[in-house]
């Protein structure tokens, strides 16, 4: 029987991004500057690891302090009452060489839902000072109104100002647990 490794999440050396239509016309980009998570990993049998991660909703940041202020506000994320979005596997599957299905409950706005991210395996290595760490992308996409995120606006022309369905990146590098050497 194999060991799972464990892996913490390197918040500074990782993205989590997302891309929203904005006005039927253009993408707004945007990232959450605040996570953390452990990947529990065990590549004789995959369906034995899982994942937990935590983002800080006020950490939100799309380069528009305006824009930002209404995402954090009710109207949104509404970060005063619902400060986390959580996430933990419920299952992960092997789908090719490098790539794997990650499965579970997402918790945003109050609202779990479970959704599916498509991974990619891009490699390990031993950083400058010897620590073991691994990489990987993830992405997936979600229906923003399935979490109660509903604030829209109607444009003149038809359409939405702000699309339903976003789009989100994940691409994380994390550190072995027990490789505690400085980073």
Not at 56 to 64: H, M, N
Not at 86 to 92: D, G, N, P, V, Y
Not at 105 to 110: F, S, V
Not at 151 to 180: C, H, P, R
Request: charged share 25%; glycine share 8%; hydrophobic share 40%.
């Amino acid at each position: 029987m194999s060991t799972p490794t464990q892996w913490n999440i390197d918040a500074s050396h990782s993205n989590i991004e997302f891309s929203v239509r904005h006005m039927v016309i253009s993408k707004v980009r945007g990232r959450f500057t605040k996570f953390n998570g452990v990947v529990t990993f065990d590549e004789a049998d995959v369906a034995q690891s899982k994942v937990t991660a935590s983002i800080d909703a006020a950490s939100i940041d799309t380069g528009t302090a305006q824009r930002d202020t209404h995402l954090k506000s009710a109207d949104f994320f509404d970060v005063e009452k619902f400060p986390e979005l959580k996430f933990h596997s419920a299952r992960i599957e092997k789908t090719g060489k490098h790539h794997y299905r990650v499965v579970g409950p997402l918790t945003m706005h109050g609202v779990t839902r479970e959704v599916t991210l498509e991974v990619e395996a891009t490699g390990t290595g031993v950083d400058p000072w010897g620590n073991p760490r691994m990489g990987f992308v993830a992405k997936t996409s979600l229906n923003r109104t399935d979490f109660g995120l509903t604030w829209n606006q109607m444009l003149e022309a038809g359409g939405v100002l702000v699309a339903e369905e976003i789009s989100i990146e994940l691409d994380i590098q994390a550190v072995k647990a027990a490789a505690t050497k400085a980073a």
